[in-house]
Nanobody, 123 residues
């Protein structure tokens, strides 16, 4: 069974840091683009960041540039999102996703999704 499983969410004070992980199983994601999306209460799911297989290309939403860093370790079949300088507005459920033929910021174009991990930032 192909699965993506997020972990690393939790409560953090504003200005703090978290590292989210997305562990893939059931197959290797060779050639896949992987991405992070988030969804806050009452809001649509929105793009956060994406990275290609080689890690040569990374993409970020304007709101997180300079604060979040996306990486992947293909030997471990795992993707990460290092989140620093967290703000209360970053509170959301964060989802990892993977796909091959897709538009970067369109959730419906991705083939696989994790169940999400909750991040709550307090002031």
């Amino acid at each position: 069974q192909v699965q993506l499983v997020e972990s690393g969410g939790g409560l953090v004070q504003a200005g703090g840091s978290l590292r989210l992980s997305c562990a893939a199983s059931g197959r290797t994601f060779s050639g896949y683009r992987m991405a992070w999306f988030r969804q806050a209460p009452g809001k649509e799911r929105e793009f956060v960041s994406a990275i290609n297989w080689s890690s040569l290309s990374a993409y970020y939403a304007d709101s997180v540039k300079g604060r979040f860093t996306i990486t992947r370790d293909n030997a471990k079949n795992t993707m990460y999102l290092q989140k620093t300088s967290l703000k209360p507005g970053n509170t959301a459920v964060y989802y990892c996703a993977a796909g091959r033929l897709l538009r970067l910021r369109v959730p419906s174009d991705y083939d696989y999704w994790g169940q999400g991990t909750q991040v709550a930032v307090s002031s």
